[in-house]
Antibody, heavy 123, light 112 residues
């Protein structure tokens, strides 16, 4: 079955960096787009970034563009999120999610999510 | 950005009774292909979100048939025909016709 396991969260000071990882199993990782989403404490869901299956195209929300970098290693079935210049407002549970499309359009949605990893940005 | 607005904010339902919640988008989610890129997720307490419905009315694998989605253009509805205790959680709608992908604020379902 599809499994996504995030790691790398923790406490970091404002301005600091953190790298999140997501280990995927139970499906052919290299066939799927993958994304990161987040959920601030007590708040709703926010899309952060996604990458196409080859890693050749990448998209970011405006709130993280220029500070976060998504990448993937298809040989290791892994997705990453390098987070730099962290701010208090980046405090959230970060979810890794698989993306899929119905009828092979270019419009993707999330079908499986990991359990999430908590990132706390505080001095 | 497309703004997704959900109502009500919360709902308290008696087991066995129906429930219905609304999601409205600030722009049409209908694509020229005829497909509409509106999805429903549920986040049960202490769990990550899980996909319920894709493209308005298609139930995801394993989703009970008491869940149904409907709507078109900018107005969408998720219905639970007979609420069960396990349906407690926050229900979110999401659009994917345009970046950034955006979610509604959620409707919290509680059991009476």
């Amino acid at each position: 079955q599809v499994q996504l396991v995030e790691s790398g969260g923790g406490l970091v000071k404002p301005g600091g960096s953190l790298r999140l990882s997501c280990a995927a199993s139970g499906f052919t990782f290299s066939d799927y787009y993958m994304g990161w989403l987040r959920q601030a404490p007590g708040k709703g869901l926010e899309w952060v970034s996604y990458t196409i299956s080859s890693g050749g195209a990448i998209y970011y929300s405006d709130s993280v563009k220029g500070r976060f970098t998504i990448s993937r290693d298809n040989a290791k079935n892994s997705l990453y999120l390098q987070m730099d210049s962290l701010r208090a407002e980046d405090t959230a549970v970060y979810y890794c999610a698989r993306m899929t499309t119905y009828k092979n359009t270019n419009y993707y949605h999330f079908d499986y999510w990991g359990q999430g990893t908590l990132v706390t940005v505080s001095s | 950005d497309i703004v997704m607005t959900q109502s009500p904010l919360s709902l308290s339902v008696t087991p066995g009774q129906p429930a219905s919640f609304s999601c409205k988008s600030s722009q049409s989610l209908l694509h020229g292909s005829g497909q509409t890129f509106l999805y429903w997720y549920v986040q049960k307490p202490g769990q990550p979100p899980q996909l319920l419905i894709y493209e308005v009315y298609n139930r995801f694998s394993g989703v009970p048939d008491r869940f149904s989605g409907s709507g078109s253009g900018t107005d969408f509805t998720l219905k639970i025909s007979r609420v069960e205790a396990e349906d407690v959680g926050v229900y979110y709608c999401m659009q994917s016709i345009q970046l950034p992908l955006t979610f509604g604020g959620g409707t919290k379902v509680e059991i009476k």
